[in-house]
């Protein structure tokens, strides 16, 4: 018999997909369709081509595809049978009018909000999946409800933040730390958030679902993200001060970490945070503040971002002053581009950032991810700031881009004949090349930046390379040459 009662989920992107997939791979007695404008999107899910690269995703995927998960373009249909619709949609930051730079487009979320008043004709919880600014869901309920052509349906808003983070979504949404539901006051209201604690207490524990108000829900999602990159900021600025000093950020990092107050997650240096989520988010938080007049709580959040810059152009600067101050027409193999392991995905990745730098300063660089595509790094260096998400804003390669990158498939290949390796990405497998294959096959002296403190630093050295290590104390090569 199929499952009569029935979940629809508007965007089938990094969210939407996995979250979706593992509902319906706990819930048999419920039908999930995921649901999105992008048919070519829409198709690989439904190929053995995923969208998409997570791992153990595949594994869910196939175990209910067909059964009762599907992925479909057709929303009228499936919003309309719904009786809960997540809405897993984009929400980036605006490029353009008021707010631009800082608050969030929510143009993608009010359009799914009159899909959904469109052709509602039963009662719907609407689920906000997606991140949004605080009070989205009071906007959100006047669209659906202005604009639903049958005044007798009612709808209710819930706020349920996803806090997955790439590379261990099926992991995270395997067993989270905590699932938060945010509903209203009223009776209504807080049947929803029954409804909803109904569906995760199929494989979740009864104590790891939180329900709170709306706007507690919403607001804690950008606070977790902005906590998190703060973190990050924080040890990256004494990996500078560590250079300065002498002392190792690793050291210190484990020397604080063990405070249990402090705690030791969350606290490797890098070249810079990146992903789709945390400078956005905290964007917003500013965005949100200042809008309330809290002026000096923005400043103080726009510090994480701040900071995060400057990490990426202090690692562009180390770069270029210890290959005696320029890098023009030298060729720099850059390991990695996605935003961390475990994904292709490459949105705000620090790689962008780094490989401009040194393009400006005239490198050639070569670029080798295992999983990330040729197209994607040039659309990547391509597009103007925030505007990656917008596929239709921006076009072919910039000349300068086309002929000084080149994406390449070895390694090997990417390191040969090339000056320096930047190790932008922390993938598992930089780990094991055969590093002395490497250096002889580089330029002399060959340079190794690790931006992400993944390998062995001694082992390099002794081979003859000279290291730089975010961090730690400076190789006498590396002090700044003027
Ligand atoms: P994404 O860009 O991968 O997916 C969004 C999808 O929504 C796209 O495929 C797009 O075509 C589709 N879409 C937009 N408008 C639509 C409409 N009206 N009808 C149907 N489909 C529509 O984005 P994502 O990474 O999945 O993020 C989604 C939301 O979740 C964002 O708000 C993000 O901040 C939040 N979030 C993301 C992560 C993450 O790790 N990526 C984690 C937690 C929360
Ligand atoms: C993040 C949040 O972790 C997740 O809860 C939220 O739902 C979405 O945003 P994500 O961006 O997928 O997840 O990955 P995350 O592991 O948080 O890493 C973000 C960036 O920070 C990456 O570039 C990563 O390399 C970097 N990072 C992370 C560090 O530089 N150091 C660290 O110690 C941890």
């Not at 009612?154 to 099926?170: H, K, W, Y």
């Not at 309330?292 to 400057?310: C, F, I, P, R």
């Not at 990426?312 to 600067?317: A, S």
């Not at 931006?451 to 062995?456: A, F, S, T």
Request: net charge negative; aromatic share 10%.
């Amino acid at each position: 018999m199929a499952p009569s009662y029935k979940i629809a989920c508007i965007g089938a992107g990094y969210v939407g997909g996995p979250t979706m997939s593992m509902i319906a791979l706990n819930c048999p007695d419920i039908e999930v369709v995921v649901l999105d404008i992008n048919e070519e999107r829409i198709k690989a899910w439904n190929s053995e081509q995923l969208p998409i690269y997570e791992p153990g995703l595949e594994e869910v995927v196939r175990q209910c595809r067909g059964r009762n998960l599907f992925f479909s373009s057709d929303t009228t249909k499936h919003l309309a049978e719904a009786d809960m619709i997540f809405v897993s949609v984009n929400t980036p930051t605006k490029t353009s009018g008021i707010g631009a730079g800082k608050a969030a487009d929510l143009t993608y979320w009010e359009g799914a909000a009159r899909m959904i008043a469109a052709v509602a004709t039963t009662p719907k919880i609407v689920v906000e999946k997606s991140t949004v600014p605080v009070k989205t869901a009071e906007a959100i309920s006047k669209v659906l409800k202005r604009n639903c052509t049958d005044p007798s349906v009612t709808f209710e808003i819930l706020s349920n933040p996803e806090f997955l983070a790439e590379g261990t979504a099926i992991e995270d949404l395997r067993m989270p730390d905590r699932v938060l539901i945010g509903g209203g006051d009223s009776e209504a209201g807080q049947a929803a958030i029954k409804q909803l604690a109904w569906v995760y207490a199929h494989w979740i524990p009864q104590e790891r679902i939180l329900t709170t108000n709306l706007w507690s829900a919403e607001l804690a999602k950008l606070t977790a993200n902005a906590m998190l990159a703060q973190r990050i900021s924080s040890i990256n600025s004494i990996s500078a001060l560590c250079e300065a000093t002498g002392a190792d950020v690793q050291q210190v990092a484990r020397a604080i970490g063990m405070d249990s107050r402090i705690g030791s997650k969350f606290m490797n240096t890098s070249v810079g945070f990146g992903g789709s989520c945390f400078q956005k988010d905290i964007l917003n938080l500013c965005y949100v503040c200042e809008g309330v007049g809290l002026k000096e709580v923005a400043d103080y959040w726009m510090k994480v971002v701040t900071m995060n810059d400057y990490q990426k152009q202090r690692f562009v600067e180390r770069v270029i002053s210890a290959m005696f101050n320029t890098v023009a027409r030298k060729r720099l193999a850059i390991f990695g581009f996605a935003f961390k392991k475990d994904t292709g995905d490459t949105r705000e990745t620090p790689a962008i950032d780094v490989c401009r730098g040194l393009l400006a300063d005239g490198a050639k660089c070569v670029v080798y991810d295992p999983k990330v595509t040729p197209v994607q790094v040039f659309r990547d260096l391509s597009a103007p700031k925030f505007e990656w998400d917008r596929p239709h804003g921006w076009g072919k390669s910039e000349r300068h881009i086309t002929e000084n990158v080149q994406v390449v498939a070895d390694p090997y290949a990417c390191a040969e004949g090339a000056h320096a390796i930047c190790v932008l990405t922390e993938w598992d497998e930089f780990k094991s090349y055969d590093y002395q294959r490497l250096y002889d096959s580089m330029v002399k002296p060959a340079f190794i930046f690790d931006g992400r403190n993944v390998l062995d630093h001694e082992a390099l050295r002794s081979i003859g390379f000279i290291v730089y290590a975010l961090g730690k104390p400076l190789d006498p090569f590396l002090q700044k040459s003027y």
